[in-house]
């Protein structure tokens, strides 16, 4: 929805979404320009000829400028354009979730994705790590494949500084995390790294999200005996509010491509700790990037909590670095540019 909004009044934008969910629109002012077309394929491990055959109605009827196709979901729309070619196509892919964020991605969905995207198409991904693994991992040539990296509203996030100063002695030094709950996020990593410190500093950990392993956090942190120092506020539509109030933003998972949650904490002003995966390490200011540490070192990772815990000042220089970067590199705005001049080169033949 913030591409499309972003995009203006040049574009209008009918969307079928295959699960029935419409999360988001009513955050969109796109008015007259935002429709939803009614559309269901049905469940199938393989290709269904059911659903070609669907797709390829639905082109004929809608007639699209551009077909856009998001993620492995919608692969069977990119293989009924690339049968019987109706409009230019872009088949975007933001990451992985569960097991196929390692190099064991299915075979099947390598292949298919390789045979999806082909000559009047073009594979958009928002990470350098993701563009190396469809050219290596999927075959899809160089030239089919477009790097857009993702961008945020840097006025949303705009840093607020907080009343009381953590510190040492004064108040708790506030690490938090925004995640959605799954396997590869390993914010068991996190609940291990607090349970180092504790004794150690005065802490306290934020974690904001919802997802499969919210239970056995739960039950871990509970076991740990950390339930005074570790809360898990659940799901949260105020992102940049939570982010308001914490001192660290502290990232922990086993893979990533480009997180959106790391470039909402450094538009807000605050370091971060994090994993080295994906393009984590290239996103953030070079002043933050001593701070990121091996997957497997936690002990590291609770270092850096503490040094940057110890410092008002480191917090507040690798923050501005952050709050630099993500401006000068990372907007909103200049992701859209990007988005419209690719759309505009693919409706103008």
């Known amino acids: 929805m913030a591409l499309a909004d972003g995009l203006g009044d040049a574009f209008t934008h009918k969307i079928a979404a295959l699960d029935g969910r419409r999360d988001g629109t009513e955050s969109a002012a796109l008015g007259s320009r935002l429709d939803f077309v009614d559309f269901t394929l049905v469940r199938s491990s393989t290709l269904s000829i059911a659903n070609l055959r669907a797709v390829r109605r639905l082109l004929a009827q809608e007639r699209p400028a551009v077909l856009i196709t998001y993620n492995w979901g919608s692969i069977e729309a990119a293989f009924a354009n690339r049968l019987l070619p109706a409009c230019p196509h872009l088949h975007c892919e933001d990451g992985f979730t569960g097991d196929a964020t390692t190099l064991s991605d299915p075979l099947r969905r390598r292949f298919g994705r390789r045979l999806a995207i082909g000559p009047n198409s073009r594979l958009v991904v928002p990470s350098r790590t993701l563009q190396r693994l469809a050219v290596v991992r999927w075959g899809i040539p160089e030239d089919r494949i477009r790097h857009i990296a993702n961008g945020v509203n840097t006025d949303h996030f705009a840093p607020l500084q907080r009343t009381v100063e953590a510190g040492f002695g004064n108040q708790p030094i506030i690490v938090g995390t925004v995640a959605r709950l799954s396997k590869e996020k390993n914010i068991t990593r996190l609940v291990r790294v607090a349970s180092q410190l504790v004794g150690a500093v005065d802490l306290e950990v934020r974690i904001a999200g919802d997802g499969p392993t919210f239970d056995s956090l739960q039950a871990l942190v509970s076991d740990s005996g950390l339930q005074e120092v570790i809360t898990l506020m659940g799901a949260t539509r105020d992102v940049a509010t939570m982010l308001h109030g914490i001192d660290i933003f502290a990232l922990t998972s086993d893979s990533e491509q480009m997180p959106y949650s790391i470039l909402e904490a450094m538009a807000c002003g605050l370091p971060v700790v994090a994993t080295d995966v994906g393009d984590v390490r290239r996103m953030l200011s070079e002043e933050n990037r001593p701070f ?20 008002v000042e480191l917090r507040r220089r690798v923050g501005a670095a952050n709050r630099r970067h993500v401006m000068e590199n990372f907007s909103r705005r200049k992701m859209v540019d990007r988005y419209r001049d690719l759309l505009m080169e693919f409706a103008m033949g």
Do not use: M, N
Not at 293 to 311: C, I, K, N, Y
């Open 292 to 311: 990121v540490v091996s997957a497997e070192d936690d002990e590291t990772f609770a270092a850096h909590v503490v040094r940057l815990g110890q410092s």
